[in-house]
């Protein structure tokens, strides 16, 4: 093999490819290294940086979350587990200690929300259709689209007169 730099986006498409094969329980696939390097690329406020250089996009958080969820060890945020009280890592008996912080990686892609209600790459930058899939897409998969229904900013009718 030739050896190349791992990057999330790839990461991804690898695994939807398997995943559309059926192939997800190939016994060549290391799901658990998979998720090493997932969890790897968590930064401290939550972002996801696409590879080792440590570029940050909000569509690195959609792919992690994807990678996460299609094997199977994405951990809820504690208002999606069914009104279970206390964060993912608290320390429950007899369970593994969360592979991401997910409430972390949800906040960062709402920090990631402008005034237009659209996204940007990180948070402050302009609001991209491409990034509205891809934050709209993680929050669905961290079943957290109800955040979508509180106000942008801290006037809750800015951006109004745009609808």
Do not use: K
Not at 54 to 64: H, I, K, L, P
Not at 67 to 85: H, V
Not at 142 to 157: I, K, N, V, Y
Request: aromatic share 6%; glycine share 14%.
């Amino acid at each position: 093999p030739v050896p190349h730099d791992g990057h999330l986006l790839y990461t991804l498409s690898a695994l939807q490819i398997l995943a559309m094969a059926g192939a997800l329980d190939d016994d060549r696939l290391d799901g658990d290294g998979v998720v090493r390097f997932v969890s790897g690329l968590q930064n401290a406020d939550g972002s996801f940086s696409g590879d080792r250089w440590g570029e940050v996009d909000s569509r690195f958080s959609y792919c992690a979350l994807s990678c996460l969820a299609l094997l199977g060890r994405l951990p809820l945020p504690p208002w999606a587990r069914g009104g279970e009280e206390g964060r993912a890592d608290d320390g429950r008996e007899g369970e593994d200690p969360p592979v991401i912080d997910t409430e972390a990686a949800v906040r960062y892609i709402i920090s990631c929300r402008n005034f237009d209600g659209g996204f940007g790459c990180v948070p402050g930058a302009e609001s991209h259709a491409g990034q509205v899939f891809c934050c709209v897409g993680a929050l669905s998969i961290a079943r957290s689209l109800h955040l979508l229904c509180e106000p942008t900013g801290s006037d809750p009718d800015a951006g109004a007169d745009l609808l």
